[in-house]
């Protein structure tokens, strides 16, 4: 009889222990359970995060392909004007060149007149 309560003794320490264990690995199971809820907000919050900041990058990298372009048809229209201004500046010169020929020639002409006249 002492070695059967021996026994159930030692067997309800057993069940005891058993009990407690189940009761460690529930709770751990819910903190763990809570640390995957937790990562898992985290990790939708860095995805989010990310989202948002590959479309900061995608709106940033349009507006600077814009102002490049813009700013290249700028430079093309002020490269133009100034091709326009060159060539407008060379006619200019070509005429200023051939009024002077023709004024030396006028000058010329002028001082043969005036050379008959006083001889």
């Known amino acids: 009889v002492l070695e059967k309560e021996r ?6 320490d057993k069940l005891h222990e058993l009990d407690e ?17 937790e990562f898992s907000g985290t990790i939708m919050r ?6 948002r900041l590959a479309e ?3 709106h940033t990298m349009q507006s600077w392909s814009e102002e490049t372009k813009k700013h290249h048809h700028e430079v093309g229209g002020i490269s133009q004007k100034t091709g326009d201004v060159a060539k407008g500046t060379s006619k200019a010169l070509a005429k200023l060149a051939m009024a002077q020929n023709e004024l030396a020639l ?3 002409e002028l001082r043969v007149s005036q050379e008959r006249i006083w001889s």
């Open 106 to 108: 006028s000058a010329n």
């Open 56 to 58: 900061a990058l995608r």
């Open 21 to 37: 264990i189940d009761e460690s690995y529930r709770l751990n199971m819910t903190a763990l359970a809570g640390k995957e809820g």
């Open 46 to 51: 860095l995805e989010g995060e990310n989202k």
């Open 7 to 12: 026994h159930e003794a030692l067997l309800q």
